[in-house]
């Protein structure tokens, strides 16, 4: 069993909980994510052009990268939270170039010394799996592949062989942070989806409330929220531990209330 | 005259991309996982035109009939004196309806929309001529166009903006980033991803996700396949050099593919320098750049360290992207094309040489390919050939041209 495996054989879904690295006092805006009772935490690298965000996500990336970030900074906050969480999985996600920059070996193998679980990158399908996929792998590190709406059933094997950890289904066709998908339609994916692998499904885009995140978390093993929480981040500044302390709270007991399998 | 099959002939510099997508280590479908299935649609889609004979039968019609084709072959007599060098002929694309090369790829891409059943189009444009000519087709089809435009570029390209918007277009200025191409292609990118079911995204360049790079070529391929023939036709023989301005790279594609496995006739590419490449001030993503990962293709592109992006600048707003598309970086690793940069400054003398020798107006994009003509000429036997791209008219620069000179117009 690892670390993440773990996050999803408790008996009650999983909330993943979002964050733009270095846009805000990070190390404590993580660890209030975990306080309130996130199951895993997603750690966004920031990239100056992350096409695949909405407003509130590109705002978090401007503001972190304005501030300076760099790769190096973004490893040490994982490598303190790592250091301060033992037990909580840690996923990076993020785009293909700043992580293939340096070579995948070598952001593998760095990724690897902070504690880092699995990797999600936006842009690496699997037909260029060659690109980031095998070092990830060799590192003991999950690649973490997204499935959407528009992924039919003939691409479906492609997606699911070599994900590891957890599928990310990406509720709506569009970029983060915007309108909700129909729990119908989200149902109805992970059923399908869940028919072509046995690895846990974790659902996210346009999660922002405790009574969205429940009512998913009934179907399916995972929700993960983000710019929700980014947007308290920009809202609060200095003061966000406490808002998302709070908010994560809500999110975490909608989610972990829900009965597996109950719809 | 139609779309290049990809030819097999073993070594050949004219058998790219593979199967994949790949031109060598370049290229590629790097797209989030919504997109795949369309990317993936569109490649069965071109290859099924390609062998079909009423599309083939279509987008030579709408060439020759709605866009003006064959450009015309030009001597340029004037200029070739004036340098003293090697003879300067010109392939006419800025005579082109809507004033530039970027016509004849967004009339393929159109009729590909179509076949599909896409009943609306995006794109992103950086001068504005891609979003000129998007918005144009998207008239003459009866689509509705939605042109993304970085809000810097709305601002010096205005005569643009206006002639998108009688054409009917939507223009969505960008403000994201620094407001250039770069980030009216993200928004483009966002779009599309957010409106997959009816959307279909005009890419302006060689660049994007497999299969644009090809595609995108293989439309712009007429200029290279007309200038090889008007070439035998007028003086028997191919030019010695072939010369053209990069910023994504479609023009050039478009001329150089046809000539390249003809071992005889070198290549020149010529890549914004802006204020000089020993600063950052520049768009010559070859030159200056490092292979990564942008806008769905692995190529060589501006960027730090940690592989952030960096901004390009060039006084020519059709220059200034920070990639560049990648069978050019494959023809660079394979040193089958030369690149050189040029600056804003030698650009700007070269398109007042053009003006004042020709009589022709050229755009700040092929004004670099102009200068890097005029510096090459001179070492040049006076009998051979140098053939560059006359991309784009220079209508549209005239302001940023003059704001340059210190004349108020």
Redesign the interface.
Same mark, same amino acid.
């Given at each position: 069993m690892t670390r993440l495996s773990n996050a999803f054989t408790k008996p009650h879904p999983a909330l993943v909980c979002f964050l733009t690295a270095g846009d805000g006092d990070t190390a404590a805006n993580l660890d209030a994510l975990v306080e309130g009772g996130a199951d895993v935490i997603e750690l966004g690298m920031p990239f100056t052009d992350p096409m695949a965000d909405g407003p509130a996500i590109q705002q978090a990336n401007i503001r972190s990268l304005g501030a300076g970030t760099t790769t190096a900074d973004v490893l040490r906050i994982a490598a303190e939270f790592r250091a301060r969480h033992a037990q909580v999985p840690l996923v990076l996600m993020g785009y293909a170039n700043p992580m293939i920059r340096r070579g995948p070996d070598w952001f593998a193998s760095a990724a690897k010394d902070a504690g880092v679980d699995g990797v999600i990158c936006v842009d690496i399908p699997p037909e260029e799996d060659d690109a980031l996929g095998p070092a990830l792998r060799a590192a003991g590190i999950a690649p973490i592949r997204l499935a959407t709406p528009t992924t039919d059933d003939r691409r479906l094997p492609a997606v699911v062989e070599g994900s590891q950890g957890f599928l990310y289904y990406v509720a709506v066709a569009g970029i983060t942070g915007m309108q909700q998908a129909a729990i119908e339609s989200i149902e109805a994916n992970v059923t399908r989806i869940k028919r072509a692998t046995a690895i846990p499904v974790a659902v996210g885009f346009g999660v922002r409330t405790p009574e969205q995140a429940g009512e998913i978390a009934r179907v399916a093993d995972g929700v993960v929220v983000g710019s929700a929480l980014v947007e308290l981040v920009a809202e609060h500044g200095t003061d966000a531990p406490a808002h998302l302390r709070e908010l994560t709270a809500g999110l975490a007991k909608a989610v972990h209330s829900a009965a597996k399998g109950a719809a | 005259m139609g779309i290049a099959m990809t030819d097999s002939t073993p070594n050949s510099f004219r058998n790219q991309p593979d199967e994949?997508g790949h031109f060598g280590d370049y290229g590629?479908?790097?797209?989030?996982?919504?997109?795949?299935?369309?990317v993936?649609d569109l490649e069965r889609e071109y290859r099924a035109a390609q062998t079909d004979p009423e599309f083939q039968r279509e987008f030579d019609d709408l060439l020759e009939h709605y866009v003006g084709r064959p450009s015309p072959l030009y001597f340029a007599e004037r200029l070739t004196e004036a340098l003293g060098g090697a003879q300067v002929w010109f392939k006419r694309d800025e005579l082109n309806h809507t004033g530039a090369h970027k016509i004849n790829n967004c009339i393929g891409q159109i009729l590909l929309a179509i076949r599909m059943g896409k009943t609306r189009i995006i794109a992103e444009t950086g001068a504005g001529q891609h979003g000129v000519a998007t918005a144009t087709v998207c008239a003459r089809f009866g689509l509705p166009c939605v042109v993304y435009m970085g809000a810097e570029d709305v601002r010096r390209q205005s005569p643009n903006v206006f002639r998108m918007k009688l054409l009917g277009a939507e223009v969505v200025p960008v403000t994201?980033?620094r407001g250039t191409l770069?980030d009216a292609?993200?928004e483009g990118?966002?779009d599309w &991803?957010?409106n997959?079911?009816d959307t279909f995204y005009i890419i302006g360049t060689a660049a994007g996700p497999h299969p644009y790079p090809e595609l995108v070529r293989d439309f712009q391929s007429v200029i290279g396949k007309e200038a090889r023939q008007q070439m035998q036709d007028r003086i028997g023989r191919l030019p010695d050099l072939l010369v053209a301005a990069i910023g994504g790279g479609s023009n050039a594609l478009g001329l150089f593919h046809p000539f390249l496995d003809d071992p005889d006739v070198k290549m020149l590419g010529v890549e914004a320098a802006g204020h000089g490449l020993d600063g950052d001030e520049h768009a010559a993503s070859l030159l200056g750049g490092f292979p990564? &990962?942008?806008?769905?293709n692995?190529t060589y592109?501006l960027?730090d360290?940690?592989?952030?992006?960096t901004e390009g600048h060039s006084i020519s707003a059709g220059l200034d992207y920070p990639g560049i598309g990648p069978e050019h970086a494959w023809l660079k690793d394979m040193e089958r094309v030369e690149y050189t940069a040029i600056t804003d400054e030698e650009a700007l003398e070269a398109f007042q040489l053009l003006c004042r020798t020709e009589g022709i107006i050229p755009a700040l994009e092929p004004s670099h390919a102009i200068a890097a003509v005029a510096k090459r000429a001179k070492d040049m036997p006076k009998d051979s050939v140098i053939l560059a791209n006359l991309c784009g008219r220079g209508d549209k620069d005239i302001f940023t041209v003059a704001e340059r000179l210190g004349v108020n117009i």
């Open positions: - | 994949r590629g479908r790097f797209v989030a996982e919504t997109l795949m299935p369309l993936l994201s980033g770069k292609m993200n990118l966002r &991803v957010a997959v079911h990564g &990962v942008l806008h769905g692995r592109l960027q360290e940690d592989g952030q992006i």
